[in-house]
């Protein structure tokens, strides 16, 4: 399993939206920073409390510039219902294959079991600048916040 470190490249990868639409993941360098959050399941509790989290503080990632890219092994379908029921609006990709996941190197938790939350901050160059993992849900959404913050800071 490849094993992204700071300062690595987005990596180049191509999933399907909500809408079934193909979205490559790399279309924001050179543009805008990104945040790529992966997360185990549409509709359980720390999943939806992360993806609110992620939606009360949107605002906060677009003032300073980035796009926030969820991602889970459910369905495009499943990620459209989810995104609507919660009103969350920003990307949900589908890796039902987990390519993505070994590409950017998730682990799962809890024995293999549950697919891994963690999260990835890349600046405008799209150069990773943050990884934090924990299956809790709560910081990931302060902790990209922050990094963000200092990255704008740096100029």
């Known amino acids: 399993m490849m094993e992204l470190k700071h300062g690595d490249m987005i990596p180049s990868v191509?999933?399907?939206?909500k809408n079934g639409n193909d979205f490559d993941l790399d279309q924001f360098k050179g543009r805008q920073p990104v945040v790529v959050y992966f997360y185990p399941r549409n509709f359980t509790p720390g999943c939806t409390t992360e993806a609110c989290d992620f939606r009360d503080q949107y605002q906060d990632?677009?003032?300073l510039g980035a796009e926030v890219i969820a991602i889970?092994?459910?369905s495009s379908e499943s990620?459209?219902?989810f995104s609507k029921?919660?009103?969350l609006p920003f990307i949900f990709l589908s890796d039902e294959n987990k390519m993505a996941r070994k590409?950017?190197?998730?682990?799962?938790?809890?024995l293999g079991i549950v697919p891994?939350?963690?999260?990835?901050?890349?600046d405008k160059n799209g150069a990773l600048k943050m990884r934090y993992n924990s299956l809790s849900a709560s910081n990931h959404t302060s902790n990209a916040l922050q990094t963000l913050k200092d990255l704008s800071t740096q100029g």
């Open 14 to 17: 191509v999933l399907k939206d």
């Open 61 to 63: 990632f677009k003032d």
């Open 72 to 74: 889970s092994s459910d």
């Open 79 to 81: 990620h459209s219902k």
């Open 85 to 87: 029921q919660y009103n």
């Open 103 to 110: 590409t950017f190197g998730v682990r799962s938790s809890l």
């Open 116 to 122: 891994g939350r963690e999260t990835f901050v890349f």
